[in-house]
């Protein structure tokens, strides 16, 4: 049973940062990609960033790139979202996910396992 628990999220004045986690346990997921998304108040969930598990390769919607951070650590197969430059428009829960494979889909349907999220504020 694969299991993702998220931490750090919090409220943060604008042009802050944090730093968000998801340990994983469950399954090895060295054939698997992981993802953060996210869902605002009355918005779809959307990608953020995602990393190929095996060799780190990464991905990020155009609104993340730049500030955002996504990375593995093999040995505590935990993910991890560094964000920085915060925006209200940020404001989310923030979710991680492991993908069917490890094509760093950004389409929410290629994930079969989510934590339950993280909450975000980011104030102005």
């Known amino acids: 049973q694969v299991q993702l628990v998220e931490s750090g999220g919090g409220l943060v004045q604008a042009g802050g940062s944090l730093r968000l986690s998801c340990a994983a346990s469950?399954?090895?997921?060295?054939?698997?990609?992981m993802a953060w998304f996210r869902q605002g108040p009355g918005k779809e969930r959307e990608f953020v960033a995602a990393i190929r598990w095996s060799d780190g390769s990464t991905t990020y919607a155009d609104s993340a790139k730049g500030r955002f951070t996504i990375s593995r650590d093999n040995a505590k197969n935990t993910l991890s979202l560094q964000m920085n430059g915060l925006k209200p428009e940020d404001t989310a829960v923030y979710y991680c996910?492991?993908?069917?494979?490890?094509?760093?889909?950004?389409?929410?349907?290629?994930?079969?396992?989510w934590g339950q999220g993280t909450q975000v504020t980011v104030s102005s």
């Open positions: 996910a492991v993908e069917r494979i490890a094509t760093m889909n950004p389409w929410p349907d290629g994930y079969d396992y």
């Open positions: 469950g399954r090895t997921f060295s054939s698997r990609g």
